[in-house]
């Protein structure tokens, strides 16, 4: 059975992004040689699905950086061929996130890693998600793109670890309960 996961950063008041999608008060936080724990995580990640707006931040970063498969689940991208650099790395789909994770498992992938606001929430709401690992950054936001929010149901979390960084980032491990 594929099984979801989290890996992200946070405001601490919730956001992931600014309004704009704009991520620079995260990248400001990133400490160079102070490992979060994002080479663990991944080391077991077979592929990575993701929404549209998280696709459109990464490419504005330049070059691609992440080497697994990625699906992006997006109605508005599936319309269109994905760039001739990323045709090997990157697919589009307009499958909803049950399809999505069933077609995956059906091609082998045993670990996702879900990543963006609305593509998490999406996947928590329909208990597709294991566990997360959120880093809380510190700064205050005001407002955003949150990471949660407008949820329908409580989803009832169970605390793992928490470890705190020399930067200030704080990163909490939680396992959803089913």
Known sequence: MITGHVFI?????????????????LL????AGEDHGYDDFIRDIDVIVMGRCSYESVRSMGEWFYN?????????????????ELSE?????????EGA???L???????AYVDGGRI????LALDLISDMVITRVPILLGSGRPLFGGGQRDVELSHKSTRSFPSGLVQS??????
């Open 101 to 103: 994770m069933a077609m």
């Open 28 to 31: 400001k936080h990133d400490q």
């Open 173 to 178: 491990h939680y396992e959803v309960m089913k």
């Open 120 to 123: 998490i929430q999406s996947f």
């Open 68 to 84: 697994r498969p990625v699906l992006v689940l997006s109605a508005q991208l599936a319309q269109q061929a994905v760039p001739s």
């Open 105 to 111: 498992q059906s091609e082998g992938a045993r670990r």
């Open 89 to 97: 790395k990157v697919r589009f789909s307009d499958k909803s996130p």
């Open 9 to 25: 950063a946070t405001s601490l008041d919730g956001f992931i992004a600014r309004e704009s999608g704009d991520i620079d008060w």
